[in-house]
């Protein structure tokens, strides 16, 4: 079965630089979740997005965008990105259902950030 | 605000033993309650998803109880394995746009 593909898998940027980072959910799910796990931290929420318009937002800097395209991929944009930064970023997908909410998310394999 | 606490925050067993992990929310209006297991620098894997209206989900060794009245849900691990040995995470969601609220997780480590 498909799964949750996330991209790049590891990725090190310098201070103040930016990164981008891919997500392509399952097939047909219609929402899209960022959540960032810091080091040794539980994931916290950042955004997400239904039928490709921005739902619900979490702790997310102002520092950091997302969008998600036509094509329901989602792109999570890193500006002037702070040693704080480096993380686990986990993208999660779901079929949001009106009678049981967000419904089970499945979860990509996460692209680990550092920032040096 | 919904909090999530997990106890115990680590636990070490030895191979063959059955074991609880707990949870607990502070509000009880919830979609439903999810079980993640990660192992070290590794993604989340679900493992069970317990609706509200559901008092428990089972999958092979492991069983999920939900009290939602309470604000808890137990993970039971039977026979446990040395390839359980892993985090388990426990996420509450509770909104109808579904993004999920972790606890911080139980270590766990069964012994050979």
């Known amino acids: 079965a498909a799964g949750v593909i996330q991209s790049p898998r590891h990725l090190i940027k310098e201070k103040r630089e930016t990164a981008t980072l891919k997500c392509y959910p399952i097939?047909?799910?219609?929402?899209v979740y960022w959540y960032q796990q810091g080091p040794g931290q539980d994931p916290q929420f950042l955004i997400s997005?239904?039928?490709?318009?921005?739902?619900d937002k979490g702790s997310i800097p102002d520092r950091f965008s997302a969008q998600q395209f036509s094509d329901y991929h989602s792109e999570l944009n890193m500006s002037s990105l702070e040693l704080g930064d480096s993380a686990l970023y986990f993208c999660?997908?779901?079929?949001?259902?009106?009678?049981?909410?967000?419904?089970?998310?499945?979860f990509g394999p996460g692209t680990r950030l550092t920032v040096t | 605000k919904q909090e999530v606490t997990q106890i115990p925050a680590a636990l070490s067993v030895p191979e063959g033993e059955n074991l609880v992990l707990n949870c607990s929310f502070t509000?009880?209006?919830?979609?439903?309650l999810q079980w993640f297991r990660q192992d070290p620098g590794k993604g989340l894997t679900s493992l069970l998803l317990?609706?509200?209206?559901?008092r428990e989900q089972t999958s092979g060794r492991l069983n999920a109880s939900l009290d939602k009245s309470s604000g808890r849900s137990t993970l039971y691990i039977a026979a446990s394995q040395p390839g359980d040995s892993a985090t388990y995470l426990c996420?509450?969601?509770?909104?109808?746009?579904?993004?999920?609220?972790f606890g911080k997780g139980t270590k766990l480590s069964v012994k050979p």
């Open positions: 999660a997908s779901s079929l949001i259902s009106e009678w049981t909410g967000g419904g089970r998310q499945y």
């Open positions: 097939p047909r799910h219609d929402t």
């Open positions: 997005f239904y039928e490709k318009m921005q739902s």
């Open positions: 509000d009880s209006a919830i979609y439903n």
């Open positions: 317990i609706q509200s209206s559901q």
């Open positions: 996420a509450v969601d509770g909104g109808s746009q579904g993004n999920l609220i």
